[in-house]
Nanobody
Framework: QVQLVESGGGLVQPGGSLRLSCAASGFTLDYYAIGWFRQAPGKEREGISCISPVHGSTYYADSVKGRFTISRDNAKNTVYLQMNSLKPEDTAVYYC?????????????WGQGTQVTVSS
């Protein structure tokens, strides 16, 4: 069974950090592009980062560039999103998704999401 499971969300104060994990089961992440998305209440889903397979090229939305870092550990079949300098506007449910074509465009598999709340 193909599955993506996010973890690592929680409540953090502004300026703090969190590391989200996206663990895959039922398939190997090596040849998939993995994207991170978020959706805040009342807002559309936003694609915030992606990492390509093989060469590990990374992409970031302007809203997170310089603060978030995406990485992958193929040995653990896991992709991470390190989030630093968090702001209240980063509050959202964060999702990871897998693109089997490796282009950070067509995501076939989605996780269930993990809540990130940035508040003092």
């Amino acid at each position: 069974q193909v599955q993506l499971v996010e973890s690592g969300g929680g409540l953090v104060q502004p300026g703090g950090s969190l590391r989200l994990s996206c663990a895959a089961s039922g398939f190997t992440l090596d040849y998939y592009a993995i994207g991170w998305f978020r959706q805040a209440p009342g807002k559309e889903r936003e694609g915030i980062s992606c990492i390509s397979p093989v060469h590990g090229s990374t992409y970031y939305a302007d809203s997170v560039k310089g603060r978030f870092t995406i990485s992958r550990d193929n040995a653990k079949n896991t992709v991470y999103l390190q989030m630093n300098s968090l702001k209240p506007e980063d509050t959202a449910v964060y999702y990871c998704a897998a693109d089997p074509y490796g282009r950070c465009l067509d995501y076939d598999y989605w996780g269930q999401g993990t809540q990130v709340t940035v508040s003092s």
